[in-house]
């Protein structure tokens, strides 16, 4: 697939929208990528996750187990688990740092590789490297179905994307005209009380 080709999903699944969005990190962008309403389709996820897993498989070979963040790498780490056929685990927020709780375990050996939907800052990525750090196993890599850092971000880890995008962004406080003059909206999940 390529990068046009997941876009189109996103788009056929109405999670391309236009705006003023206000992401995760604070920044602005004029686009957002409603990925739950795609995630939300497992013929989609099946999609997406089948044509990612050839990569990763290109790239890092077998697969003993894919870890991801809670929320974002839930869905895409267990499809993507699931082409690969291996585990599926996902880490959790406990007194604000990511762990791996609920009786799962990585053992010696495991080849282990992180899995995320969209990749912006890098952040919650890397600190699934960190959870990881502190199990057995070897991380190998990770991967995700947009990295919209186009490359940029640093997750703590070799990156395999299905699609990479640059779309724009902006400080909340150097905005372009446009976009100043439309309403700022928060459709993602960080920052939820």
């Given amino acids: 697939m390529t990068s046009d080709e997941v876009l189109e999903v996103f ?13 995760s990190s604070g920044r602005r962008s004029p686009v957002f990528l409603q990925k739950a309403l795609v995630f939300s389709q497992p013929e989609l996820s099946a999609k997406l996750c089948a044509a990612l897993a050839e990569r990763v498989k290109e790239t890092f070979g077998d697969i003993d187990v894919v870890a991801g963040p809670a929320v974002g790498g839930i869905i895409p780490g ?22 791996f709780r609920r009786g799962f375990s990585i053992y010696e050996g495991d080849r282990v590789l ?20 502190d199990l ?27 699609a990479r995008v640059d779309f724009p962004d ?5 905005l372009p005209p446009e976009l100043e003059a439309i309403p700022a909206t928060k459709p993602g999940s960080r920052g939820l009380a």
């Avoid at 267990?78 to 762990?99: K, P």
């Avoid at 919650?124 to 490297?129: K, L, P, Q």
């Fill in 170 to 174: 902006y400080a909340p406080t150097d």
């Fill in 136 to 162: 057995p196993g070897t991380v190998v890599g990770g991967s995700c179905v947009i990295d919209r850092s186009n490359g940029k971000a640093d997750v703590g880890c070799k990156l395999v994307s299905l």
């Fill in 78 to 99: 267990y499809e993507l688990a699931r082409q690969l056929g291996c585990r599926s685990i996902f880490a959790e927020r406990v007194d604000g740092q990511l762990t």
């Fill in 114 to 133: 992180i899995a995320e939907d969209i990749v912006t800052t890098g952040l919650s990525f890397r600190e699934t490297v960190e959870a990881l750090n």
């Fill in 11 to 23: 788009r056929e699944a109405g999670a391309l929208l236009e705006g003023h969005f206000i992401l």
